[in-house]
């Protein structure tokens, strides 16, 4: 499978529980590498993610893993994918070399390769002091990192990462992204990082897909998706009588979109070719000065504001 | 060194065949029960009658004065009906947590996003306690006719019974694949381990209390059909051809039976799921 070829696709899929549609005609690709799944809580990120594992079967539309179908083969899928869930998960009574080493044999290692693997991925997530400990007693952080360690174990071509980062101290979250960083970018492991944490999907990934109210709201590379279509400025004014409403209705009736992000700074959005030439002509027909203007950088945060609407 | 530096290897070497997770849920939950102290004192407490049996075979044997002790077909059937007690104690002791446990720790998402089909899942669960299960009924029913051809010292006995082995055999197996699929579906009902422990215990005694009720009232054992282990006993009794305790019809004791078993595989279809759906 060469890097440009996506490695889970849909095809008009709809999902619902009982009356509650999760996920609504969805038609989306992943390509290989490392993909952000983003969206707000509730959106059917995960819905989507346990949808490709075969948990659950969708009332409409198709999809594929790793060039397999969902429908037909989807043990042959949970063979080739590593799963990480959102909520604590653990076999009880096991300490965490037995049962990522069960977890490799439950994937098909042999015994002895399992436990070898165990081992080794165990120290790659930073579990090897800990490793003959019950995972029972392990924090929050730990158990976060034992779920990757069981979804590593088995060495997956495609890893789907639900949430990998709740619950943990700031320290352990930098860490987990290190990780997960490490995997799609020098382990060649192809994975999918669900999460409503824009950081944490632009640290790691390279594309995303943005979810909202079960629907693709967008997707594509992240670098594409920060390219405005025009461009966007930090502007601070000042007006004769100190208010900025009216210059804000103005630069919207203009057709700039335009919101405040700080006391007196705001953001605008030019499109097209007009740049910093529309806003300095606009402020000298209103008699306002300009005293800040500086293009700004668009971040995923514009991009996942934009697709889920909240300008 | 930040700790992932120290590697991640991808793995280059060979995969089992699917189809044999069940085994590995399997070895790996005997392995895990064998480990403890007190399990191992309730196996060696459920063999403890098989000694006094083979003690009572070489006594007939050996013993002239010993000779009423010579066992008899029924004398398997009753090892069998005493065996049911430590039957009960492990059935409680292995099953209540197999699934009730799994679903504490949402283990079943894990299982289920391994190359595992849910049938396998309760196929590799259902071993362990019928296992265990066998091995303080079946293994030592077996036994005891091994030891009874050995100490008698010739196969007069077991010629004049062949059926015996084929009894026994069928009978544990449906004993046993009724008491484990029963449990396993309590067990896959609460994410308590009490709690199924005590639910089957109320599902046993309940079943046997409410046919001593209907006893007392109408005097008739017709209503025998309503009690788990009276249905046990009327269709061990047709298997060894011992003369039947109830007047229920030993089919409908088998329908029951039956029938109990197709519930619990029912149950385990609804509640062994990658997720739980609550629409």
Redesign the interface.
Same mark, same amino acid.
């Given at each position: 499978m060469t890097q440009t070829d996506s490695v889970v696709t849909l095809e008009r899929v709809t999902v619902a529980y009982g009356k509650s549609v999760a996920l609504r005609d969805v038609t989306a690709s992943f390509s290989a590498g490392a993909v952000g799944l983003l969206g707000p809580n509730g959106a059917g990120k995960s819905t989507m993610i346990k949808s490709l594992l075969g948990f659950i079967v969708p009332e409409r539309g198709r999809m594929r893993v790793l060039g397999l179908d969902v429908a037909v083969a989807p043990l042959e899928i949970r063979a080739r994918v590593g799963y990480m869930p959102e909520s604590d998960a653990h076999i009880p009574g096991m300490n965490a070399v037995s049962f990522v080493a069960y977890c490799g044999e439950l994937a098909g290692l042999p015994r002895v390769d399992a436990m070898q693997r165990a081992h080794e991925v165990l120290f790659y997530v930073g579990l090897g002091e800990a490793r003959y400990r019950n995972v029972e007693t392990y924090s929050t952080g730990m158990k976060q990192r034992i779920k990757l360690a069981q979804a590593l174990v088995h060495d997956p071509d495609l890893l789907f990462l639900d949430e990998p980062t709740n619950g943990m101290d700031p320290k352990g979250r930098d860490e987990m992204l290190e990780l997960v960083r490490d995997l799609a970018h020098n382990k060649g492991v192809n994975l999918i990082l669900s999460s409503h944490l824009l950081p944490d999907v632009e640290y790691t990934c390279d594309h995303v897909v943005v979810m909202d109210k079960g629907a693709i709201a967008a997707a594509g590379p992240i670098a594409a998706l920060k390219q405005p279509r025009g461009r966007v400025y930090e502007l601070r004014v000042k007006t004769r009588d100190g208010a900025v409403d009216a210059f804000v209705e103005r630069l919207q009736s203009a057709g700039l979109d335009c919101h405040a992000t700080d006391e007196d700074i705001m953001r605008v959005f030019v499109p097209g070719e007009g740049g910093a030439r529309q806003l300095f002509a606009l402020a000298a027909a209103d008699n306002v000065q300009v005293r800040h203007l500086r293009p700004s950088v668009s971040t995923l945060e514009d991009v996942f504001a934009t697709a889920v609407g909240e300008k | 060194m @930040? &700790?992932?530096d120290? %590697?991640? *290897?991808?793995?280059s /070497? /060979?995969?089992? @065949? *699917?189809g044999y /997770?069940w085994a590995?849920?399997t070895r790996?939950g005997i392995r895990?029960l064998v480990a403890k102290r007190a399990f191992l004192g309730l196996l060696l407490l459920a063999w403890f009658p098989f000694f006094v049996r083979a003690v009572q075979i070489y006594a007939a044997a050996n013993l002239p004065q010993a000779a009423f002790l010579a066992p008899t077909p029924s004398t398997f059937r009753d090892f069998l009906g005493q065996q049911d007690i430590f039957a009960f104690f492990i059935t409680v002791y292995v099953g209540a %947590?197999l699934i009730a +446990?799994?679903r *504490?720790? +949402?283990?079943l998402? &894990?299982?289920?996003?391994? @190359?595992?089909?849910r049938a396998e899942y309760v196929f590799g669960k259902l071993a362990i306690l019928m296992t265990f299960l066998l091995l303080v009924t079946w293994v030592p029913a077996i036994l005891l006719l091994i030891v009874q051809i050995a100490f008698a010292g010739n196969f007069t006995f077991f010629q004049n019974n062949a059926y015996l082995f084929p009894a026994i055999t069928v009978f544990t197996f449906l004993d046993v694949t009724m008491v484990a699929t029963a449990m396993l579906a309590l067990s896959s009902l609460s994410k308590s381990s009490r709690y199924v422990g005590i639910l089957y215990a109320a599902v046993i005694f309940f079943t046997q209390a409410v046919y001593g009720v209907l006893f007392a009232v109408t005097r008739s054992t017709s209503f025998s059909w309503v009690s788990f282990p009276a249905n046990l006993t009327q269709v061990g009794d047709v298997i060894f051809r011992l003369p039947l305790k109830y007047s229920t019809p030993w089919p409908v004791s088998l329908l029951m039976i039956l029938g109990l078993i197709a519930v619990s595989g029912l149950v385990l279809e609804r509640r062994v *799921?990658?997720?739980e759906?609550?629409?």
């Open positions: - | @930040p &700790i992932h120290q %590697g991640y *290897r991808r793995y /070497g /060979g995969k089992a @065949p *699917r /997770g590995v849920i790996a895990t %947590g +446990n799994d *504490r720790a +949402n283990a998402q &894990i299982y289920l996003s391994k @190359p595992l089909t *799921r990658g997720v759906v609550v629409a």
